[in-house]
């Protein structure tokens, strides 16, 4: 996967307008993506393996990864809202309820300061400010947690899981192949897939099953998202609906 090189830009204005919160499930509506109906299929079998007729796997928005960064850090800011960080190099990654950012390295006496135009995140030991032209926001240190690496998921590009019940999902990095495990286990399948739609400024992506006997669903947006369970921060927000049953968490992109 290339190094992050696209963050989608805007105006620091914009900033206070999207920080609305912390989201631990995803923005997307429940349901499916609007697309044509198709049957409901018996339950899942499992591993029915579904070819990839040859086709490489996509390269995802890089807005869902975390570039160079090895870990993400979860903030909780007043008013209610949460962020996560990830120092990328030398820049820094910011990921809020509804958006992604990119801030550069700024003169600062102590701590630690980034700033993009008149949006600047400034960070001293467990604490940060956030200022724009519209205001302030004070944050916390909440949780810090390593990013996932390739060796820890040998041929992932992408995983997400969630609660209640259980879930995990995993993409392929070399064909475009899903792998699904829902409901605390007790149902495994791995089938391809095929994109729907793909928004790499906005760091959107959405997946549809190819076989049309078994649908699903996959929404992914880049986000700040925090495990529903144990608070830990991620890049993204995931949804995905399987025999009209949804299932929402958090996710991130995994290089190699």
Known sequence: MPKFTRFLVISASALLLTLQGCASHSSYPSGSSGGASTPVPPPMAEQDN?????????LLPSLLFPGEGKAFTGWRCTPDQGLVTANDGDTLRLWSAHGAWS??????ASGERYQQGD?????KGPD????????????????QQDALTRAQFPGVMFRAQGNEPSWVLTL??????IFLSLDYGEREITLPYRVIAMDNAEGRVEL????SARPFDVRIEAGACFDSMSGQPWPARVELTVND????????????
């Open 245 to 256: 049953q949804t299932y929402r968490g958090c996710g991130q992109g995994i290089a190699p």
């Open 172 to 177: 392929a990095n070399d064909v475009p192949e």
């Open 103 to 108: 801030l550069d390295p700024a003169v600062v």
């Open 50 to 58: 579904g070819g990839t007729d040859g086709s490489t796997a996509p």
């Open 128 to 143: 940060a400010t956030v200022e724009s032209s519209r205001g302030r926001l004070s944050c916390e240190r909440n949780i």
């Open 119 to 123: 949006l600047s995140f400034w960070a």
């Open 208 to 211: 549809a099953s190819g076989q």
